[in-house]
């Protein structure tokens, strides 16, 4: 579990705290989306699960361990991976293996053993055909997906992606957020999905929505985006599936603006025509 | 008259070199003035390399691009005075803030113009309103701002220079639903008030639909269809094995006429949505014929 309690952060005196106060809990095997606009401390808050950042007040626990803990800190990083926005500023080596390979080998891993966690690290993102390629030969989603292997090879239980699709193409994103589901379906890994586009975080067991350096709503897809005015309300946006629902609903017609997957929308909206 | 012509134009990136890649094939093109235009395509389908050559940044291998119906390479003066007309907006262009000022960063490309200081002055003005920056702020530094409020000045300081023709290469990547919104409604009111073309580069299908006029959509190099935004709609499930990210509205009109219903699924936006959904309810009158 990773565990923070009345979080208190300031990047500097005279600015507003850019977390103040956050309550969170992210319990194992869990995948959740933290959603909130720009400048509202989701991004301030991931860096606290791994201990790039510390806490000024309250306190951040993984596992049990305190982030403050400088003697855990090795054990707190290797279960807990972070993957940035930026391809390009995350890959550190000149052919993807040796990539995906690199925190590895700074832990002083067993060669043989290394070999066997990096194929099987690059398997499960679809990276193994390109292992042999440089990584400025690849496309923007192929980057973060071989960013996504070096973090797995570790072998980490959680892990924790700022953006990670925000710059790339549509089949990029759907192709990295694919990775990131079958890690937490059939890996059982926890997944903390840090994201601005409303269809991925559809796809998640829980979203957490941040407004001003708190979370200010927390429960299923359904739960949220069927609040629509709410959501709007934080500068956020629902799936276009809600919307029409909701939309539908001004001009008197009852829909629920819980059918956010295609296929119910659909469904509902048959049963509109037909009923 | 078309603003902007692109006639056979051809680009191979390391022409002659194992590594040969042919990033625009044969591309022919008029774009009217005046209109919203929305690009989609792949990465790698040529997007960027297009864009490029409008204003000048990459010289065609072959063929040629015309302004205002002349050659940007050979009956211009010189190809400052083509960049002063296609102004390009590239991708974060947040990163190439540099003056002390927030005003003096939008000047900067109205005084390399050669305008005098009140016409700088008003151009600055002009530019800050239309993105949202109250003139009091002017004076701050651009680096005190938020990520979408810098890419906003980065905007301003190429809509002070007014070019005929304004090109932005994916002005929302990265930002909030909100900032998304304000910067698109920024350049379609900038669009509407001085008539000028826009061209917009984007990835997602929503923000086109939403925005676009017409909407050119290119695969490997090549232009694969150019038209009215609702006349791409109707091909909405070739755009989408193409891998092209339809917005969700449409993917549920179409999964509605797999259902077997017979309702026009070249629906892009909500409020046209609405209009189809009604439309069909009111001609099948409800549920008595099911």
Not at chain 1, 118 to 128: L, P, Q
Not at chain 2, 84 to 97: C, D, I, K, M, W
Not at chain 2, 159 to 177: H, R
Request: with cysteine; hydrophobic share 40%; net charge negative.
């Amino acid at each position: 579990m990773i565990k923070a309690t009345n979080l208190l952060f300031g990047y500097s005196e005279e600015r507003e705290k850019a977390l103040n106060g956050v309550n969170f809990t992210a319990e194992k095997g869990e995948f959740i989306a933290v959603l909130g606009s720009n400048g509202c401390g989701k991004s301030t808050l991931a860096k606290h699960f791994n201990a790039i950042l510390l806490p000024e007040e309250g306190t951040v626990e993984v596992e049990g361990m305190l982030t403050t803990q400088d003697d855990r800190l090795f054990d707190i990083r290797q279960k807990v991976g972070m993957v940035f926005q930026n391809p390009d500023n995350q890959i550190v080596a000149t052919i993807v293996e040796e990539d995906v390979a690199f925190a590895l080998e700074n832990m002083g891993v067993e060669p043989s053993e290394i070999r066997r966690r990096i194929d099987e690290a690059m398997e499960k993102t679809g990276v193994y055909k390109f292992k042999d390629k440089a990584p400025h030969h690849l496309s923007g989603g192929q980057k973060q997906r071989v960013a996504i292997a070096g973090i797995i090879a570790m072998r980490p239980d959680y892990i924790v992606l700022d953006e990670p699709t925000a710059m790339l193409d549509p089949e990029g994103r759907r192709k990295v957020l694919k990775t990131i589901k079958s890690l937490n379906k059939e890996y059982g890994i926890t997944v903390i999905l840090i994201t601005h586009y409303m269809d991925e975080a559809a796809q998640a067991d829980r979203i957490v929505v941040m407004s001003k350096g708190k979370v200010v709503k927390e429960g299923t897809p359904k739960e949220i985006f069927s609040q629509v005015e709410l959501v709007k309300s934080l500068s956020l946006d629902v799936p276009q599936t809600s919307e029409i629902a909701y939309e539908l609903g001004k001009l008197g017609h009852n829909l629920s603006t819980e059918a956010i997957s295609i296929d119910e929308c659909a469904q509902q909206l048959y049963n509109f025509l037909k009923g | 008259m078309s603003v902007i012509k692109i006639e056979n134009l051809s680009y191979t990136y390391n022409e002659g070199l194992p590594g040969a890649t042919k990033a625009l094939d044969n591309i022919n093109l008029e774009i009217e003035e005046g209109t919203f235009v929305g690009v989609i395509g792949h990465t790698g389908c040529g997007k960027s390399t297009l864009i490029s050559h409008l204003n000048g940044l990459t010289k065609p291998q072959q063929g040629a691009i015309y302004l205002n119906g002349k050659n940007i390479w050979t009956e211009y003066p010189s190809i400052r005075d083509v960049r002063f007309n296609v102004g390009l907006v590239f991708q974060y262009p947040e990163y190439q803030l540099f003056e002390e000022s927030i005003y003096k960063d939008i000047a900067f490309g109205p005084k390399n113009m050669g305008l005098d200081d009140e016409e700088v002055d008003r151009r600055v003005k002009m530019a800050a309103k239309f993105v949202g920056i109250p003139e009091y702020a002017l004076e701050g530094s651009p680096f005190d701002l938020s990520g979408g409020q810098k890419r906003r000045v980065a905007i301003a300081g190429i809509i002070a220079m007014q070019p005929k023709v304004l090109v932005l290469d994916e002005p929302c990547a990265g930002l909030d639903p909100e900032g998304r919104e304000q910067i698109l409604s920024q350049v379609k009111n900038y669009h509407k008030e001085t008539g000028s073309t826009v061209i917009l580069v984007s990835h997602s299908m929503e923000d086109i639909a939403n925005y676009a006029d017409k909407v050119l959509v290119m695969e490997q190099g090549k232009v694969y269809n150019y038209a009215d935004t609702e006349e791409i709609f109707q091909d909405a499930e070739n755009l989408s094995k193409m891998g092209l990210g339809i917005p969700d509205i449409t993917k549920v009109f179409l999964k509605l006429k797999e259902m077997g219903l017979d309702i026009d699924t070249d629906v892009y936006t909500i409020p046209y949505a609405i209009k189809t959904l009604l439309k069909y309810k009111e001609k099948n009158g409800g549920g008595h014929n099911a």
